[in-house]
């Protein structure tokens, strides 16, 4: 695993610019635990988004010098039209999870997915598709930074521009993020977006995932072993969103606890945080190489906020303050 420096943001400066932060984590493998992870990790340089990866075993597998993509008013920006997606200031189509309440969790799974308990959002927008290869490189140009290690070959964001990026660490995708101003999506909101009011299995159902619903069970490859965005459709979730289960693990705000759903057993959890700070980031949704046990949308998993894996991406979310 290597530390690398990452666009001159901390993570305390993430925790200002974000309202949400401060939130729970999850890596693939329990066995082994990161170092501790401070709440504020040492100032990077000045210019780097990526170093090396920090390498994976598979099966587990940021200072900005130009100005974000904002509106007039600096608010997060949507044009709706004619029944379509909304689209972020990044031009990436969204889809609204309207607010209210879903039960997160399962009690049939890992020690850590219990005990399955209700939870109150607020209505939010996700990205339908995770962040490409095409976007993340307007990114990178736009902060004349260093690229991630996934664009050691140039041709890398021109040839497979809408495929997911991956060898991205959490810094790089809160980076990101923030920088079209939009924010990683919490735990909770990454599980109702991807499983919706009716406590089902997969984005899809409760049915085993086909071909036709996710890309799972595969070895390690190039570019081509992950999915171009829009391929599923079948795999949707109940709101729309694609690739929520296989492709890529997605990075998501919180820090991991793996008693942190504990806390609500005997009352309703409203807009849940995780904790305060951790030692390693959640990341939601399994990936190309896993079977179908870590495709389910209840499955947490965990790793260091400064590693970088081929099986990890991300997508953006955002407030939806007008919306029910």
């Known amino acids: ?68 993509l904002t509106n007039a008013t600096g608010q997060a920006a949507h044009a709706q039209s004619n029944g379509r997606d909304p689209i972020g200031k990044d031009g990436a189509p969204m889809v609204l999870v309207p607010g209210g309440d879903f039960i997160m969790g399962s009690d049939k799974g890992d020690e850590d997915e219990a005990p399955a308990h209700r939870v109150r959002l607020h209505a939010f927008y996700i990205d339908k598709f995770e962040v490409t290869n095409g976007r993340f490189a307007k990114y990178v140009e736009a902060i004349q930074s260093e690229p991630p290690w996934g664009f050691s070959d140039k041709e890398t964001p021109v040839i497979h521009a809408d495929r997911p990026v991956r060898w991205v660490n959490w810094m790089d995708a809160m980076g990101y993020c923030l920088w079209v101003g939009k924010r990683l999506p919490t735990e909770a909101e990454w599980e109702k977006a991807a499983r919706g009011t009716d406590e089902r299995v997969y984005p899809w159902g409760n049915d085993p995932p086909t071909p036709i619903h996710a890309v799972y069970g595969l070895k390690e490859g190039g570019e081509e072993t992950v999915s171009v965005i829009g391929d599923h459709h079948m795999g949707q979730s109940p709101y729309g969103a694609q690739d929520l289960a296989g492709n890529l693990y997605e990075w998501v705000m919180d820090w991991y606890a793996e008693d942190f759903y504990s806390s609500f057993i005997n009352s309703p959890a409203i807009n849940p945080r995780g904790p305060a700070e951790g030692t390693a980031k959640v990341q939601r949704g399994g990936s190309y190489v896993n079977t179908p046990y870590r495709l389910r949308s209840s499955f947490r998993t965990k790793a260091d906020p400064t590693e970088q894996d081929p099986n990890v991406g991300f997508r953006c979310a955002q407030d939806a303050p007008n919306q029910p």
Request: hydrophobic share 30%; with cysteine.
């Open 1 to 68: 695993m290597v530390a690398r420096r990452v666009l001159g943001i901390s993570l305390a400066c993430f925790c200002v610019l974000s309202p949400l932060a401060g939130f729970t984590s999850a890596t693939e493998s329990r066995t082994a635990k990161p170092e501790s992870v401070p709440r504020t990790l040492p100032k990077p340089g000045p210019s780097s988004i990526s170093a090396k990866p920090s390498g994976s075993d598979g099966e587990d597998r940021a200072s900005d010098k130009s100005k974000p």
